[in-house]
């Protein structure tokens, strides 16, 4: 064994994204406006509560949306995860085992794809991952509608 893996290709892609997901929601945070801090402890809460409510309730919607960017980020590595899983064309029972993915079938096998129904099979695995991310990006506006929905329009007046 060499290390290839699906939790290895796990470990990196958590590496690769959660830098990201922490500066958007760092900045998410910074931008809440600094008087619904002090009103929420002006009317008596705790450090905790004004963090909860005056915060978190702002910042909720940005900190999906950079959820949702690292996310994306992660859909669209191929070679990082190709370099690290394994590329063996097999269901695995552990997540110790190497495997593949679309992204590595296709990063892998296009160049020696000579045949039209193996360079026609390549393309199909392609339009499967494009629905596959079009179904996570729906999703994804559909979390960010049923988060930011309640919340009333801000004006910039």
Request: proline share 3%; charged share 15%; glycine share 8%.
């Amino acid at each position: 064994m060499y290390g290839y893996s699906m939790l290895a290709a796990g470990v990196v892609m958590a590496i690769m994204i959660i830098p990201i997901i922490s500066s958007i929601t760092r900045e998410v945070l910074a931008v809440v406006p600094q008087h619904q801090r002090e009103a929420a402890l002006a009317l008596g809460a705790t450090r905790w509560e004004m963090i909860r409510i005056g915060v978190l309730k702002n910042a909720r919607a940005g900190m999906i949306g950079a959820i949702i960017l690292g996310l994306g980020r992660a859909l669209g590595e191929t070679i990082a995860v190709t370099l690290v899983i394994g590329n063996t064309p097999q269901i695995a029972k552990s997540l110790l085992a190497p495997g593949y993915t679309m992204a590595s079938v296709i990063a892998n096998e296009f160049n020696e794809a000579t045949d039209e129904l193996y360079r026609s099979a390549l393309i199909e695995i392609g339009l499967a991952l494009f629905i596959v991310t079009v179904i996570v990006n729906i999703l994804a506006q559909l979390l960010v509608w049923t988060a930011t929905r309640g919340a009333p329009a801000r004006s910039n007046v």
